[in-house]
């Protein structure tokens, strides 16, 4: 089976910019994740969509990022506007239903700000 | 409140030796364990979980770990390292859709 897509694999912008991460989750996983992994540190999730609906978005700078999953498959996390703390790479997994099923990565995006 | 302590940043080992990497846990509930393997520049790889039954689970790569309840620890375990295995190391808990994941070990692989 396909893993998960993410897109794009690297980018560079300067501080105040804004940028956008899509991911496709494996077909059929209703559950997906977004995660910032800073240099040194473990992945932290940012949020987690069932479906099109929002689970748990506790961890989210809501100030300043934003994220979407509007037909329940593939999602984007934005970030408007940068700020050097978000120099990471932002990691997308989904799971199935079934709460004995892990969750998978992709390959992640890794930003760097300028 | 749900943590995870990674003791070890990096370790070095010989090709060959025997590995082993420290998890210990805080979960208010029973714990769902995993390890995840990360190559740079890659996302991360499931290496093994546990959920409930038997405390000795079997990875992938010839990995394995054991559930210490009263210890509160789920460490990781091969018994001769490839070269192929250095990589940085990732342990996790949680619930089956929230995970909290330690600060990772770094194993560097020497020949």
């Known amino acids: 089976e396909a893993g998960v897509a993410q897109s794009p694999r690297y980018k560079i912008i300067e501080k105040r910019q804004s940028v956008a991460f899509w991911c496709n989750p494996i077909s059929g996983h209703a559950t997906l994740y977004w995660y910032q992994q800073i240099l040194g540190q473990g992945p932290k999730l940012l949020i987690q969509?069932?479906?099109?609906?929002?689970?748990?978005d506790s961890q989210l700078p809501k100030d300043r990022f934003s994220a979407e999953r509007l037909k329940g498959v593939d999602s984007t996390l934005k970030i408007q506007p940068a700020k050097l703390e978000d120099s990471a790479v932002y990691l997308c997994?989904?799971?199935?239903?079934?709460?004995?099923?892990?969750?998978?990565f992709g390959d992640g995006t890794r930003l760097s700000i300028l | 409140a749900q943590s995870v302590t990674q003791p070890d940043i990096h370790i070095t080992v010989s090709e060959g030796a025997s590995l082993e990497l420290r998890c210990n846990y805080s979960y208010g509930a029973t714990p769902y364990l995993f390890w995840y393997v990360q190559s740079p520049g890659q996302g991360l790889q499931l290496l093994l979980k546990?959920?409930?039954?038997?405390?000795l689970v079997q990875g992938i790569k010839g990995f394995e770990a054991e559930f210490k309840r009263s210890q509160s620890s789920f460490n990781l375990r091969k018994p001769s390292v490839h070269w192929s295995d250095a990589a940085e190391y990732f342990c996790a808990v949680g619930g089956a859709n929230n995970l909290f994941f330690g600060t990772g070990t770094r194993l560097t692989v020497i020949p």
């Open positions: 969509f069932q479906n099109n609906g929002v689970v748990d």
């Open positions: 997994a989904s799971s199935s239903r079934d709460r004995n099923q892990p969750q998978h």
């Open positions: 546990y959920f409930s039954g038997d405390t």
